[in-house]
């Protein structure tokens, strides 16, 4: 997909496991290198996004929604298909800007021309992903922190390595949002919205 898809951090762990059972942990290196990349597209150096996220970091979360997944080849294959995250499972599924709708704009898609299903099925799965989302919280409120497809794994696969970049602000502000509780209780429930919604509020 043309689209950086977020992930919680549940199923970044799951994708961790197959890509170490695969022995493809270069992906974490992959992962590594976005979060250092100076994407033109996202300039904000602030370090973690706490409490209400800036305008400016919103818009550089919007247009890093809209890059490319690193996980896509060439040959338009997705590199951890089986293993894909729940936007990308339900893709052409769900309307936005519904809440709880987890995947973003595809290519030529707006908010007010979204490729769909909906119906019956469509509500179906809103009111799962809406209790899948309770449990996993319920459960262990981490599993349910959500980001950057590559944010995700990198924190999930080396933690102390990716504090250490954020210490020393090498990850641009937008690659932050939702992965942590700083901005978790203002922000996660709005991620999955129309990032049109979310520059509205
Ligand atoms: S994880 Fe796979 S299906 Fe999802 S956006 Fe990336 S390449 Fe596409």
């Known amino acids: 997909m043309d689209n950086t898809p977020t992930v919680h951090s549940i199923e970044a762990s799951y994708i961790i496991s197959y890509l170490m059972g695969a022995g493809k942990l270069n992906i974490i290196d992959w992962c590594r290198g976005w979060l ?96 899948f989302r309770k449990r996993l919280k319920e459960r262990n409120p981490d599993w349910a922190q959500m980001g950057f497809l590559p944010t995700m794994i990198f924190r999930q696969a080396r933690e102390l390595e990716f504090r250490g970049m954020i210490a020393d602000n090498k990850i641009a502000s937008a690659k932050l949002i939702g992965t942590d509780f700083n901005t978790q209780e203002l922000f996660q429930d709005r991620i999955e919205e129309s990032p049109v919604n979310l520059l509205k509020a």
């Open 36 to 131: 250092l990349e100076k994407h033109s597209i996202a300039v904000t150096y602030e370090g973690m996004p706490r409490g209400v996220v800036k305008q400016n970091v919103l818009l550089e979360w919007n247009a890093l929604q809209h890059s490319q997944c690193i996980l896509l080849t060439q040959e338009k294959q997705c590199l951890i298909h089986k293993f894909r995250p729940l936007p990308c499972r339900a893709y052409g599924v769900l309307k936005m800007p519904e809440l709880y709708c987890p995947r973003p704009f595809g290519k030529d898609e707006s908010a007010g021309n979204r490729a769909y299903v909906g119906g019956e099925p469509a509500l179906i799965l809103m009111k799962e992903t809406r209790e």
